[in-house]
C-alpha cells in the first residue's frame, strides 16, 4: 500500500472515479499520505463523480448517515461519501494541498433526488449542482 512507497517519490497521482467511494473516516489518513509520497513538484488529478451512481441523481442523499455507512449499503456497493465539490476541495487544502478545479460537468437545475435533503446529507447549494469536476492538486509551499 502507500505505507510503503517513500516521502517525495511519486510525481504523479491520478485517481478515476474513487474519491467519492473513500468512507469519510478513512478520507484525511489517505490524503495525508498521498500528500507524503507525492514529490515536492508532483501533481494529482482526480475525477470525482458527485451524483448518485444508481440514478445519475441525487438520491443518494435521502438517507441518514447512519444507515448510509451500514453494512447493508456497503454490500449493496453504492456506497459514496456524499462530499460535495467544496468539503472535498476543503480536505485536500486541510491535507496540505493547493487545488484548482479546472473541469466541471454543472447541471442547469437540481437534478432528481429529495426535495430537502435528509440532514445528514446537508451540503452547501452549489454543491448539489455539480456532477462530476476534476481536481488538480499540488504540494502548497
Not at 510525481?11 to 498521498?34: F, I
Not at 507524503?36 to 448518485?52: E, K, L, S, Y
Not at 485536500?92 to 437540481?110: K, L
Given at each position: ?77 453504492i456506497y459514496v461519501n456524499r ?59
Open positions: 500500500m502507500l505505507a510503503a512507497i517513500p516521502d517525495g517519490a511519486v510525481d504523479l497521482v491520478v485517481s478515476e472515479a474513487v474519491l467519492e467511494h473513500v468512507r469519510r473516516s478513512d478520507l484525511a489518513p489517505l490524503l495525508a499520505q498521498l500528500r507524503r509520497v507525492t514529490a515536492p513538484d508532483g501533481v494529482g488529478i482526480h475525477r470525482i463523480d458527485f451524483q448518485d451512481h444508481l440514478g445519475g441523481g441525487l438520491q443518494h442523499l435521502r438517507f441518514s448517515d447512519s444507515f448510509w455507512a451500514s453494512a447493508l449499503v456497503g454490500k449493496a456497493g462530499l460535495g465539490l467544496s468539503a472535498m476541495v476543503g480536505r485536500f487544502r486541510h491535507a496540505g494541498f493547493t487545488v484548482e478545479v479546472p473541469e466541471a460537468v454543472v447541471w442547469p437545475r437540481r437534478p432528481k433526488g429529495p426535495h430537502r435533503p435528509h440532514p445528514d446529507a446537508m451540503r452547501p447549494l452549489a454543491d448539489d449542482l455539480v456532477a462530476r469536476a476534476v481536481l488538480e492538486v499540488r504540494m502548497r509551499r
